[in-house]
């Protein structure tokens, strides 16, 4: 998932993170973050090939 950190300041392309999220839907991921103070720009489910391309790095991290 792609977001800005900070839902009151206007969007930059600069300030754009990403989190990657286990859930079954879409809707099942804007739930777990609602919480969040997050700007949500874009939800997009992983093939398993990107996902065992990122476990690969030391600050991977899924969201339960």
Same mark, same amino acid.
């Given at each position: 998932?792609?977001?800005?950190?900070?839902?009151?300041?206007?969007?930059?392309?600069?300030?754009?993170?990403?989190?990657?999220?286990?859930?079954?839907?879409?809707?099942?991921?804007?739930?777990?973050? +609602?919480?969040?103070? *997050?700007?949500?720009?874009?939800? %997009?489910?992983?093939? =398993? +090939?990107?996902?065992? *391309?990122?476990?690969?790095?030391? %600050?991977?991290?899924? =969201?339960?």
């Amino acid at each position: 998932m792609y977001y800005q950190p900070e839902w009151e300041v206007p969007p930059m392309r600069e300030r754009t993170k990403s989190v990657m999220v286990e859930a079954d839907t879409v809707r099942g991921v804007r739930q777990k973050l +609602a919480g969040r103070n *997050y700007n949500i720009e874009l939800v %997009q489910e992983m093939s =398993e +090939a990107h996902l065992e *391309y990122e476990k690969q790095s030391d %600050q991977f991290e899924v =969201e339960r």
